[in-house]
């Protein structure tokens, strides 16, 4: 069976208040967003922007919630343009209906008008399925505050995203898994300050009779072993700071990797069926994505990433 290549990113919900909507206090999203979800009767209860202010041509979204047990609200969101979706979506006054069949432009190829991604909210935690179409991240935040305000908490304040705090290294490594391979690089003109890595690196290829030249090594851990994180984190940090390398990319037994620890975002990459090509099988995403949470809010060596409440340690 074919498979398809998906992304889960987590992210940190962050009120936004303002003096028409001020903050609320100790907001257990999946509550509320529950309880919404319970009060919608039909689709255009769970659509965002409302019925009555769609404009044709502008990007909207509609929610499905996903029936499972646990505190945690997981649901698909489907996005769309207004007036573009003919062939594919269709709307009543009760359900949705989504064509299952592929929709062929007069090239023959297969084209989706309605972009599907998986979101699971616990608390202040969001972790979403990355998404093909720019900004649906925060078309989905959006929508989540307005779905709320409307059937629940009309004072809900405004709602962002951010990035989930930066974790120490060592963490980041306990979280995937441990690391499986480390590729570092100097390029041309790099000088490497002396007991580094690559020093090391520059005296073997000076050695070898190559004055002048751009050098990487990768250095992999043994089947179904690991590096040690902190001969590692040394590298990473002969990096960062300039003095032994002038680049790193570390690669974790999940298949996540880094290259930069100030610009790292907690992600994680998965496999999972195709029902065709380029379309994944849901089923196989909302089980990776609840066992993503899972993991984050799992104790290793008495840390944790996100309490079980979903709030950020």
Same mark, same amino acid.
């Given at each position: 069976m074919a498979k398809v290549d998906r992304t889960l990113l987590l992210k940190r919900v962050v009120q936004a208040p303002s003096d028409r909507f001020?903050?609320?206090?100790?907001?257990?999203? !999946?509550?509320?967003?529950?309880?919404?979800?319970?009060? +919608?009767?039909?689709?255009?209860?769970?659509?965002?922007?409302?019925?009555?202010? @769609?404009?044709?041509?502008?990007? +909207?979204?509609?929610?499905?919630?996903?029936?499972?047990?646990?505190?945690?609200?997981?649901?698909?969101?489907?996005?769309?343009?207004?007036? !573009?979706?003919?062939?594919?979506?269709?709307?009543?006054?009760?359900?949705?209906?989504?064509?299952?069949?592929?929709?062929?432009?007069?090239?023959?190829?297969?084209?989706?008008?309605?972009?599907?991604?998986?979101?699971?909210? /616990?608390?202040?935690? /969001?972790?979403?399925?990355?998404?093909?179409?720019?900004?649906?991240?925060?078309?989905? @935040?959006?929508?989540?505050?307005?779905?709320?305000?409307?059937?629940?908490?009309?004072? +809900?304040?405004?709602l962002d995203l951010e990035d989930a705090p930066t974790l120490e290294f060592r963490r980041m490594a306990e979280i995937h898994g441990g690391v499986a391979s480390v590729t570092a690089r100097l390029h041309t003109g790099f000088v490497a300050e002396p007991n580094t890595f690559g020093n090391a690196m520059e005296t073997i290829v000076a050695n070898a009779g190559f004055g002048n030249a751009r050098v990487s090594a990768t250095i992999e851990a043994p089947e179904n072993g690991e590096l040690d994180v902190d001969t590692v984190e040394q590298i990473l940090t002969e990096s960062e700071a300039g003095t032994g390398l002038s680049g790193v990319t570390i690669r974790f037994r999940d298949k996540t990797s880094l290259g930069d620890l100030n610009k790292y975002r907690e992600k994680l990459p998965i496999t999972v069926n195709a029902v065709r090509a380029g379309i994944p099988l849901v089923t196989e995403i909302e089980t990776a994505i609840v066992e993503y949470l899972v993991g984050l809010a799992t104790p290793r060596d008495d840390f944790q990433l996100i309490r079980e409440d979903g709030t950020f340690v």
């Amino acid at each position: 069976m074919a498979k398809v290549d998906r992304t889960l990113l987590l992210k940190r919900v962050v009120q936004a208040p303002s003096d028409r909507f001020p903050r609320v206090p100790n907001l257990a999203l !999946h509550t509320v967003l529950g309880q919404a979800f319970e009060r +919608c009767e039909t689709v255009w209860d769970r659509h965002y922007p409302a019925k009555h202010k @769609i404009r044709e041509g502008h990007r +909207c979204v509609f929610f499905k919630r996903v029936n499972r047990q646990g505190n945690a609200v997981l649901f698909h969101a489907y996005s769309y343009l207004a007036g !573009h979706t003919p062939d594919q979506v269709v709307f009543d006054d009760i359900e949705e209906q989504i064509s299952a069949d592929p929709i062929v432009n007069e090239d023959g190829d297969h084209k989706e008008i309605v972009e599907r991604f998986a979101v699971l909210v /616990l608390g202040e935690v /969001l972790v979403m399925e990355s998404a093909r179409v720019a900004g649906s991240g925060p078309l989905a @935040i959006r929508a989540i505050r307005d779905l709320v305000k409307r059937h629940v908490m009309p004072n +809900c304040p405004p709602l962002d995203l951010e990035d989930a705090p930066t974790l120490e290294f060592r963490r980041m490594a306990e979280i995937h898994g441990g690391v499986a391979s480390v590729t570092a690089r100097l390029h041309t003109g790099f000088v490497a300050e002396p007991n580094t890595f690559g020093n090391a690196m520059e005296t073997i290829v000076a050695n070898a009779g190559f004055g002048n030249a751009r050098v990487s090594a990768t250095i992999e851990a043994p089947e179904n072993g690991e590096l040690d994180v902190d001969t590692v984190e040394q590298i990473l940090t002969e990096s960062e700071a300039g003095t032994g390398l002038s680049g790193v990319t570390i690669r974790f037994r999940d298949k996540t990797s880094l290259g930069d620890l100030n610009k790292y975002r907690e992600k994680l990459p998965i496999t999972v069926n195709a029902v065709r090509a380029g379309i994944p099988l849901v089923t196989e995403i909302e089980t990776a994505i609840v066992e993503y949470l899972v993991g984050l809010a799992t104790p290793r060596d008495d840390f944790q990433l996100i309490r079980e409440d979903g709030t950020f340690v």
